[in-house]
């Protein structure tokens, strides 16, 4: 048995690191960060359109009526775009978390322009870019919370 003081003897301790474990799959929070989106961009809507009465229109090559649908798909289609392009920057990059979050970021601004220049009538432009702005942050928020971290995905 090594003493102490023998420089060759190392005790190897048993580190709870080093057992292999469950691996995290955030496909389950990724879902639900897209559905939580959806019914926050819907509750939005609902809340603008049918209970304040604010007629959400836009100029999109005609006019357009803005309506739970409309909300709905461009809501789903945006999260899923999200998540899409986190899970292809986790694969690439060893700080996707950061990355990703800083293009949402810049999409979500960029966003704005759309309802504000489109937008008929100043209740449409501000009640369309707060919908974007509703859809934004709990698609940010919600995506970088799951971002799986380099050490994580090795």
């Known amino acids: 048995m090594p003493t102490s003081k023998d420089p060759t003897a190392q005790a190897v301790p048993l580190l709870a690191a080093s057992v292999p474990g469950p691996r995290r799959v955030p496909g389950r929070s990724r879902l639900a960060v897209v559905a939580v989106a959806a019914a926050a961009a819907l509750a939005g809507w609902a809340i603008l359109g049918p209970l304040a009465g604010l007629t959400l229109t836009a100029r999109q090559g005609g006019i ?91």
Do not use: M, Y
Request: charged share 10%; aromatic share 4%.
């Open 64 to 154: 357009q009526h803005i309506g739970a649908a409309a909300v709905l798909a461009a809501t789903i289609v945006v999260a899923f775009a999200g998540w899409g392009l986190l899970a292809i920057l986790e694969r690439r990059t060893a700080r996707a978390r950061d990355t990703w979050t800083v293009i949402a970021a810049i999409v979500c601004v960029l966003s704005l322009g759309s309802p504000l220049t489109n937008g008929i009538g100043l209740g449409a432009k501000l009640g369309l870019a707060s919908l974007h702005l509703i859809v934004g942050v709990t698609v940010i928020l919600g995506l970088r919370r799951t971002a799986v971290s380099a050490a994580e995905r090795c």
